[in-house]
């Protein structure tokens, strides 16, 4: 890469995936003698202070910028969806992806992007330290659930094998960020287990997180990560769904699935993702919002 002024664009709540693909990315342009700056929008729970406590932020223009598990310019933070037209690069795993950046690389068979940006170092020529391994290993290990999600292949156990034996401390990682768990955390859970509801003979199953529940509780978007894989969790569960109420008065859908198409069911809102984790973003009362998933849901076990 000839430009040496670097700038890396991450979603709206970002999740490990893309703040680990980030900071590893950063970190390998760095080795290199780029100035580069990661970007990512709010504030980040506690357990991701292991990585970003050795990110030190670099201020320029940016001469060529970089996007991370982005799918399309609409997953762009405000601050930075300006930019949207002028991404160089889009690293990516999303099937989904539209297409919007100058070139891409996007392979959606890898579990996550952090995989992706390890081969991307690896081919300038960069050197995957143990820092940059945990970056790489927290993407990896956040976005298949620590392993336990339909996304995990074969591939996904063998470069965890890579990255402990580059020295990567996994025990570590799985205690802060599948272990340890916030006062916030742990209250806004109970909240949303008092409301949680099933229909269709318990095949599928709604929680809602409203923005009351956030401040309440003082929960940070990064403490909530992983709780859209509740509701998929219970028994005789086929379709988890999430609705999170956003800042503007939308709400965030998030679906987790065992067998349906979760990218079909979010792209009718305009939303996608993987075959059994996706998401949208619509506004509407949580009634009808709910009335209309279930309406889509039934069509997919029906075909």
Not at 70 to 95: M, N, Q, S, W, Y
Not at 164 to 183: C, H, P, T
Not at 242 to 261: A, D, F
Request: some cysteine.
């Amino acid at each position: 890469m000839e430009m040496d002024k670097i700038l890396i664009l991450t979603h709206n709540l970002p999740d490990g995936d893309a703040i680990g693909s980030a900071l590893a990315l950063t970190a390998g342009l760095r080795q290199k003698g780029k100035k580069v700056r990661a970007t990512w929008s709010g504030e980040l729970s506690s357990c991701y202070h292991v990585l970003t406590d050795s990110y030190v932020d670099e201020d320029f223009v940016p001469e060529y910028i970089v996007s991370v598990d982005i799918a399309g310019t609409h997953l762009l933070p405000k601050e930075t969806r300006h930019l949207g037209d002028r991404v160089d690069l889009a690293i990516d795993h999303h099937g989904t992806n539209t297409g919007f950046a100058k070139e891409s690389l996007v392979i959606a068979r890898s579990a996550s992007c952090a995989e992706i940006v390890m081969d991307v170092i690896t081919e300038f020529g960069g050197e995957i330290t143990p820092y940059i391994g945990s970056c790489v290993y927290v993407g990896l290990s956040t976005d298949t659930g620590c392993f336990r999600f339909n996304n995990t292949n074969p591939e996904s156990h063998m470069r965890a094998a890579q990255l402990a034996m580059l020295g990567v401390d996994i025990a570590n990682l799985n205690q802060l960020f599948f272990e340890q768990k916030s006062r916030a955390r742990i209250e806004i859970e109970r909240r949303v287990l008092d409301g949680i509801e099933f229909t269709e003979g318990g095949k599928i199953c709604f929680i809602t997180i409203t923005r009351e529940m956030m401040d309440q509780t003082g929960c940070l978007e990064s403490d909530i990560e992983g709780l859209a894989s509740l509701p998929k969790s219970v028994e005789g569960v086929e379709a988890g769904i999430t609705l999170r109420e956003r800042p503007n008065g939308n709400w965030k859908i998030s679906v987790r699935t065992k067998y349906l198409n979760a990218a079909k069911i979010c792209s009718y809102f305009g939303g996608g993702g993987h075959t059994f984790a996706a998401g949208c973003e619509c506004s509407g009362t949580p009634f009808d919002i709910k009335v209309a998933m279930v309406k889509l849901i039934k069509q997919e076990m029906d075909s």
